[in-house]
Nanobody, 114 residues
Framework: QVQFVESGGGLVQPGGSLRLSCAAS????????MGWYRQAPGKQRELVAR???????VVVDSVKGRFTISRDNAKNTVYLQMNRMKPEDTAVYHC????????WGQGTQVTVSS
């Protein structure tokens, strides 16, 4: 059974930083491109950042220069480092393969507010 467990969210002030982690199980992690996705209230889930099996990284324009994604295949874990955060980054953040082939985990809430 595939499972993703996201952690590291919380309340942060504008301009602050957070590091999210996602531990994957039930898949051959190193065989998949992985992504971080987010869903803000009333909006569709969107892909924020993607890292291929070979660690090629793509991020969406709205977070370019602020967020970066990384992976540790030995730990079956993907990370999202978020810097210079903005209120519009507020969302529930999820990880999944990219494209998203598997069921979604619970996600981790990120709130950017003063």
């Amino acid at each position: 059974q595939v499972q993703f467990v996201e952690s590291g969210g919380g309340l942060v002030q504008p301009g602050g930083s957070l590091r999210l982690s996602c531990a994957a199980s039930g898949i051959i992690f190193s065989s998949y491109a992985m992504g971080w996705y987010r869903q803000a209230p009333g909006k569709q889930r969107e892909l924020v950042a993607r890292i291929t099996k070979d660690s090629v990284i793509v991020v969406v324009d709205s977070v370019k220069g602020r967020f970066t994604i990384s992976r540790d295949n030995a730990k079956n874990t993907v990370y999202l480092q978020m810097n210079r955060m903005k209120p519009e980054d507020t969302a529930v953040y999820h990880c999944n393969s990219s494209p998203a082939f598997f069921s979604w985990g619970q996600g981790t809430q990120v709130t950017v507010s003063s």
